[in-house]
């Protein structure tokens, strides 16, 4: 049951109907959604979910609402990153960029709290010749984040895992950067039934403080021009219309209105003190969770710091990028280099930012991990297997779905592979690696990855 004092927190919201929206969450359909990956999609021999897709999602082009929720767990087009399972409103970021910038280039875009990786991915997919920096601040969250960026397979995102505040090392670096800020989550309430527990205004308070800091802490990492994306899954005022007024108030930002067609049901509001534009989704108009968008433009300079110098990247050694060459037919534009140990590889027209990136800050993944040399032999890694890049050297194998499901839980499938690492597929969406031996053969499908149920 919905706190009293959050109903009444609402009146006077505009787009808030109070009988219907109470019904939405007592009388709650689940809504499935899920946004293929634009870089894989094409390749697969089957489309996921043909039977079960009711309709697209009107303001993102690869996003679908399913007619019911599968089990996601025991699909291996999930765990090969065919798709990802994201709320629909949230999407909406992706119709806020095909306005602001319809002809993406070689942006430089920061998803400052990018866990689980939901609109990082998206991003990714959005700018497809960027570079996207995910950060996650908080350790325990990374683990999920680098998994599903990892299973997306571009090699367009690198994960860092820093405070807000150290992004003022890097002044004027970003053309796009999006904070999709900690609150109270009230937006979440018919998914996360334990968040109406931990609502209070006291909370809705803390958070509109927090939301400040961390966008204190990252406006000067926004180029002059560049666009600025402000959004919460709370329908609380103060961390919403508040927190964009406030923002103008601070700061040389202009707000931007992004159109709407009337039947997708997304409330525009304006905020008191500056009219500025602000799209919020309520679950008894969309169908979709609670969320709520800002978007502005920036509109001058702020003074730039000093940069440290050193970098913890080096680029490989002609000797070692020989050995690899012997195993991965790269293509001309990417960049091999060492980062603890690894071999990654970047396309080089990201090469340099990434260079500069490293300078400034904690970066747990950048690129596609290659894999190892250990001797004359090479080692691939499961990011390989999962990754864009092609890997015509070693042989493939494509499996049914038991054998895919075998493999997803780290079992030994009986399959005609070749002496040597081989990659195993489903549907032509690579999985990952296996390694025949004379008398077996090696899963190397990672341990903490693994299918668990039965």
């Known amino acids: ?213 961390i966008i204190r802490d990252t406006i000067s990492v926004l180029k002059p021009g560049g666009l600025f994306i402000y959004s919460t899954c709370s329908y609380s005022m103060e961390e919403d219309e508040a927190i964009v007024d406030w923002m103008v108030n601070e700061y040389a930002l202009e707000p931007v209105r992004i159109p709407l067609q009337p039947n997708w049901g997304i409330v525009e509001v304006q905020t008191l003190q500056h009219a500025a534009w602000g799209y919020r989704f309520f679950p008894d108009q969309v169908k979709g969770e609670g969320f709520f968008v800002a978007v502005f433009r920036k509109k001058q300079e702020n003074l730039i710091p000093e940069f440290r110098q050193e970098s913890s990247l080096t680029i490989a050694n002609h000797k070692d990028a020989a050995m690899i060459a012997e195993w991965l037919q790269l293509p001309e534009n990417y960049r091999i280099f060492l980062q603890e140990n690894a071999f990654r590889a970047i396309q080089s027209t990201h090469w340099q930012p990434l260079q500069q990136l490293s300078k400034h800050l904690y970066i747990k993944k950048a690129g596609i991990a290659l894999g190892n040399l250990k001797g004359k032999d090479f080692v691939p890694s499961h990011e390989l297997a999962l990754s864009l890049l092609p890997i015509t050297a070693m042989n493939n194998v494509n499996v049914d779905l038991d054998t895919a499901l075998q493999y997803l839980r780290k079992q030994l499938p009986n399959v005609p592979g070749t002496k040597g690492w081989n990659t195993i597929s489903y549907c032509g969406l690579r999985l990952g690696w296996i390694k025949v031996l004379p008398n077996r053969i090696n899963n190397y499908y990672p341990v903490e990855w693994r299918i668990l149920k039965d």
Not at 40 to 69: A, M, N
Not at 144 to 161: P, Q
Not at 179 to 191: I, Y
């Open 1 to 213: 049951m919905l706190p009293i004092a959050f109903i009444e927190s609402l009146q006077g919201v505009k787009g808030f109907h109070r009988e219907s929206f109470i019904a939405a969450h007592e009388q709650h359909v689940p809504v499935t959604s899920i946004r293929f990956n634009p870089f894989k999609i094409k390749l697969l021999q089957q489309i996921p979910f043909e039977e079960i897709r009711l309709e697209k999602i009107p303001w993102t082009v690869d996003g679908w609402y399913l007619k019911e929720r599968p089990s996601f767990t025991f699909d291996p087009f999930l765990h090969g990153g065919a798709y990802y399972v994201q709320e629909a409103s949230s999407m909406f970021i992706e119709q806020i960029l095909q306005q602001t910038i319809p002809a993406p280039n070689q942006e430089m875009v920061l998803d400052i709290s990018a866990a689980p990786g939901g609109k990082a991915t998206l991003l990714s997919g959005y700018f497809k010749n960027g570079l996207v920096v995910a950060n996650e601040v908080i350790k325990l969250r990374d683990a999920i984040l680098i998994e599903n960026v990892i299973k997306w397979g571009a090699d367009n995102i690198v994960v860092t895992n820093n405070d807000p505040q150290h992004f003022q090392r890097l002044p004027h670096f970003f053309d796009v950067v999006l904070v999709d800020a900690p609150c109270s989550g009230s937006g979440l309430f018919r998914k996360d039934t334990d968040a109406i527990a931990e609502w209070s205004l006291v909370n809705v308070y803390t958070c509109s403080v927090k939301q400040q800091k």
